[in-house]
Structure formats: C-alpha cells, structure tokens
C-alpha cells in the first residue's frame, strides 16, 4: 500500500453534526448567525467572525462539554477507518475550522491514540471565552503545505465537507469530498472521490 498522510475535517465530516453552529445556536445569541453570513459573503474574516461568535457564547465549560458529548455522532464508517489507519501506521491529522475543546473530547471518549488536531483553540478567561489559531490567517491550505513539508515522501489525503475545506483539498493528492466541497471542486473540474461515509474511502484506500 502507498504511504499515506491522512488529513481529516471535524465538523460534517468526522461526524454528522456541525458541532460548532449546534454549540453556538443553543448557547449564543442570534446575533452569531449574522457573523456568520458576513464571513460567507466576505465582509468579514474567519477569524474576526470566530472570535466575535466565541465572544458571544455563555455557558460554562461543563455545559459545553455535557451538550457536545451529546451532539458528536461518528460518520459510519468512521471507527473502522481509523483503526485501517493505525494498522497501517499512517499519519492522522484533525483539520478544523471548528474547536479543539470538544475534538479532544470526541478523541478521549473514543480512546483513539496517534492523533494530531489542527484547529482553533477556546480557552475561558474571564466571564467568557476567547480563541487563538494554529497559523494566522488560518487557512487549511496553508495547514496542509506545513503537513507535507513534514512528510514530503508521502501523498496527502485531504477529506472535507465544506467552503473552508477547499484551500486545503487543492494541496492534496487525493481528495474525498461531500456536499458544499464537492461542488466547489466540480466547478473547478478538480478529481475528487465523492464520499457518502467511511466506507467508501476503506474501499478506495485498504481494499
């Protein structure tokens, strides 16, 4: 089997829920679905439009951990996947526009090991919350050029769901995509696998 770098989304992709809107619609205001349309139609950054629907949570760190525990449902497939991937001790990275605080908890409750995430990090200060990022502006496309400069032998996996996910699908070898980055990528005429769960990408990796 070729070498693989494994390069993976949260959010819609890993599991079923967009973990971060569920987090935001139950504990912050309305007003977060403004910043997110204007990040959408570029009159705000990603980052100014995180730090802004961060700012606007309220609840305590057990609440959030307590309502994502209950809102991360794995993508079938998912649990096999990785385990494929550990037999064959391929690199495993978590690419995130979402957060690292409840990734870590979906990593710890499913007892997996040789993970590394990439993503925003919350940290509570104060009576509220803030969020740094692992390379700013943060682009996965960039993320992605720093993960093979780590691994330059070996072809980069890039699976993904969404709009944020298209930089680093284009610096990738292969590419598995569903919904809002398939069609981006069809628009670009870019080869993608088109992928429903896990499975599929067993079958076109492992078998």
Not at 85 to 97: K, Q, R, T
């Amino acid at each position: 089997m070729e070498e693989y770098v494994i390069v993976c989304d949260f959010d819609g992709t890993m599991v079923e829920e967009q973990v971060d809107f569920m987090l935001f619609d139950k504990y912050a205001s309305p007003f977060w679905h403004d910043l997110e349309e204007m990040r959408i139609d570029n009159l705000l950054s990603y980052e100014d439009a995180m730090k802004g629907e961060i700012m606007l949570l309220k609840c305590s760190e057990k609440e959030i951990e307590d309502f994502v525990n209950a809102h991360m449902t794995p993508r079938r497939g998912l649990t096999e996947f990785k385990k494929r991937c550990d037999d064959a001790h391929l690199p495993f990275y978590i690419v995130s526009a979402g957060l690292d605080y409840y990734i870590k908890l979906f990593i710890k409750n499913n007892k997996w090991n040789n993970v590394e995430i990439i993503a925003p990090s919350l940290k509570k200060e104060g009576g509220g919350y803030t969020v740094t990022y692992p390379v700013t502006p943060y682009s996965k496309g960039t993320v992605v050029k720093n993960i093979r400069r780590k691994h330059p032998s070996k072809k980069i996996v890039f699976m993904g769901d969404g709009s944020l996910d298209l930089e680093g699908a284009l610096e990738a070898d292969i590419i598995f995509a569903r919904r809002k980055l398939k069609d981006m990528l069809l628009e670009r005429k870019k080869d993608f696998y088109s992928f429903e769960d896990f499975n599929d990408a067993i079958h076109m990796l492992f078998e």
